[in-house]
């Protein structure tokens, strides 16, 4: 037996999510234990992420597959990239590319009961997952699969990416009939004005309606274009605390296989950490996509304490050393705004520094101004080059450093956007070795720590 289920094209990570969603759902229908269900979604998503990374899109297509009276579920991840190169050498773990390509191969092979690889040189990568369904599972048959088919095909999509675009539709489509209703109002008054000088009144106020109408679509046309970078900014947001969390997670696995339990017991409350710290960034950043920027809340921020609770986020390479400023301002702001922007220039700083000789150093300082504060994140790594000063603020553009394929090319750019709209600014320093990025923010009712 072996039956197709449902099909997901991978263009870009809200499909690395649906694919997630699906692998837990059939996994639940089929009757796999929460960790199995756990264990292939983890899988299946390591695959679908490294097919974005690597390739840039591929497909997904989940079945039900029957190997000597054994039922399995199976995920089936191709592309028609390049191809892997050192393939069998990656799975015995007798190669590891200097990128860290394979990580994600390697670690997802041990989550499945049945993994197979075929790669060809520029003719793709075809990638088999399978998890054994167990022997108590609930009626599967040909109907019962259909009916799953049926219901992925039929399934309301409720995700805030699709609710607000829905909802956007749904303006624009009620700002269509007011312009119709506003020409059919505008014609008739045309016929009637010489009989009627009352109407004067009248066409006033349809005049103001335009440009209401008017200011509208504009704010939509800004809503419509800035939601696919929305739901990439919040994929790249995460990735830090999540990073923190795998491998935290790892590390109480090794625990537990060598029978460490106390070591694995100190290790969960700093899970429990990265989770509460990843929750509140999830909904610090839906306040921000969602209710509207002039509604954000100022509040007294202390940017020192602020500095800190972001690196406790990233992972700091062994031998580089963070130097934070003792003077740094407590000033009113959106927390948001400032935890996005640091958040973004130190994990730049971290992970494009070489590290030449095993040591390397960050520094944060400010500066006050007459009308603002002068930030500066400050490294001796490998500079960038004057012609992308400029390239690097653009979204989803990068340098050509081949060093970081993983680099998205959203943080600066959402850096300057939000640097932007406060009216203030973000360049960068950089002649040779060592970065320096600057950016401003306005004066407030700053104090001065003590």
């Known amino acids: 037996m072996d039956l197709p289920i449902t099909t997901i094209k991978l263009q870009n990570e809200l499909d690395v999510v649906l694919a997630y969603k699906r692998t837990m759902q059939l996994s639940e229908f089929t009757g796999l234990p929460t960790a199995a269900q756990t264990k292939f979604a983890t899988a299946v998503s390591e695959i679908c992420r490294n097919v974005l990374e690597h390739v840039g899109e591929g497909a997904i297509k989940f079945s039900m597959v029957e190997v000597r009276h054994v039922l399995l579920l199976e995920a089936y991840i191709t592309d028609r990239g390049r191809g892997i190169p050192h393939v069998q050498e990656i799975l015995d773990r007798k190669y590891i590319p200097a990128s860290g390509k394979g990580q994600g191969i390697y670690n997802s092979r041990k989550l499945v009961d049945h993994f197979q690889l075929e790669s060809d040189f520029e003719k793709g990568t075809r990638i ?19 009916g799953w088919a049926d219901y992925f095909t039929h399934e309301s999509d409720v995700s805030p990416y699709a609710e607000i675009k829905r909802q956007n539709m749904q303006l624009i489509e009620l700002m269509e ?69 795998r491998g935290l997670a790892e590390a109480v696995t090794d625990f537990l296989e060598e029978n460490s339990v106390e070591e694995a017991q100190a290790v969960m409350p700093m899970i429990q950490l990265q989770v509460k710290r990843m929750d509140h960034l999830i909904r610090d950043v839906l306040a921000y996509s969602l209710t509207g920027r002039q509604q954000i809340q100022k509040k007294m921020v202390s940017t020192s304490e602020l500095v800190y609770n972001v690196l406790t986020t990233l992972a700091i390479p062994e031998g580089l050393q963070i130097f934070v400023a003792e003077d740094l301002p407590e000033i009113e702001a959106e927390e948001i705004f400032l935890q996005q922007i640091f958040s973004n220039l130190l994990s730049n700083a971290l992970k494009y520094h070489d590290l ?30 004057p012609e992308d000063h400029e390239k690097v603020f653009e979204l989803f553009e990068t340098t050509s450093d081949v060093n970081h394929p993983d680099s998205t090319g959203i943080g600066l750019a959402l850096v300057r956007k939000i640097l932007q709209e406060k009216g203030e600014r973000v360049w960068i320093e950089s002649t040779g070795r060592g970065t320096a990025m600057h950016f401003t923010w306005p004066l407030s009712e700053e104090t001065f720590p003590e």
């Open 356 to 385: 030449p000789g095993g040591s390397g150093n960050v520094w944060i300082s400010a500066k006050r101004h007459p009308a603002c504060w002068e930030f500066v994140v400050a490294d001796d790594g490998p500079g960038i080059a």
């Open 128 to 146: 088999r997952l399978q998890k054994r369904i167990p022997a108590n599972h609930p009626p599967i048959n040909k109907a019962i699969i259909q």
């Open 177 to 245: 009939q007011l312009r119709v209703r506003t020409i059919e109002a505008e014609y008739q008054l045309q016929e009637i004005q010489h009989l009627n000088q009352e109407l004067q009144s009248s066409n006033q106020e349809i005049n103001a309606l335009l440009q209401e109408r008017e200011n509208h679509n504009q704010e939509l046309e800004k809503v419509n274009k800035t939601l696919d970078e929305f739901a990439q900014t919040v994929t790249h947001d995460l990735k830090a605390p999540l990073h923190n969390i």
